[in-house]
């Protein structure tokens, strides 16, 4: 799946999990810093006092990071997120790449950054992820669709959470439906502005037979 080509303009699904599927979440801190990364990691800007935002946004929902630090990022972006979903020992993003090689330096800062974070506090080394992230080409519009609703489901899997994916914090789901959090980091106006409102696109995810493709699936099984 690494052999596909990374171009700009185009989307990705990018997707990776624990070592032999061990745990990468395990509380709301780890999950708020890999959601704090994969947002404002999405230029060369350097960000200060992550652990200080991180508690603020467990706390508060919210990161409260500096407005001209956060005008900083949306100006030098070299990728665009547009959703994501942290399930325990996995994660899924889409991802448009804007300038050439922006994927390989966004995921090397996200990833580098959160298994650094991670092995510090639960006193490991080495590897957390298993291998390469995976990076599946988005070809067109149906499978845009598709790969979102598919995303945005994830959390049923979970004990507990059946029908109510839509309020699960570690989504972007609830953006999308509701108020987008984290404003300019976070642009899904591909997906949005296909539909009448957000009620529409909420049971398109509801009752769309969501579903991934061969390399996915793959990875999956």
């Not at 990705?12 to 032999?20: A, E, L, T």
């Not at 990691?41 to 935002?53: A, D, K, M």
């Amino acid at each position: 799946m690494r052999n596909v080509k990374i171009a700009p303009g185009e989307y990705y699904h990018i997707f990776n999990r624990g070592m032999s599927k061990q745990l990468i979440f395990h509380d709301d801190k780890d999950r708020a810093r890999f959601i704090f990364l994969i947002l404002h990691f999405q230029s060369p800007t350097i960000i200060q006092n992550i652990g200080r935002s991180v508690k603020l946004f467990v706390q508060h929902s919210v990161f409260n990071i500096d407005k001209k630090i956060k005008e900083e990022i949306v100006k030098n972006k070299f990728i665009e997120l547009t959703s994501f979903c942290l399930m325990p020992n996995h994660f899924h993003l889409i991802v448009k790449e804007v300038e050439g090689n922006g994927m390989a330096r966004y995921m090397q800062r996200v990833l580098n950054g959160y298994t650094k974070y991670y092995n510090t506090k639960y006193n490991k080394s080495g590897h957390l992820f298993q291998g390469p992230y995976k990076a599946v080409h988005v070809k067109n519009n149906n499978q845009l669709l598709y790969l979102s609703a598919y995303i945005h489901r994830n959390p049923r899997e979970l004990k507990g959470w059946l029908n109510k994916e839509n309020i699960y914090k570690w989504s972007s789901y609830q953006d999308f439906i509701n108020k987008n959090r984290f404003e300019e980091l976070l642009v899904f106006d591909i997906i949005s502005k296909q539909f009448k409102n957000k009620k529409e696109y909420d049971e398109f995810v509801k009752t769309s037979p969501a579903k991934l493709f061969k390399d996915e699936l793959d990875w999956i099984n």
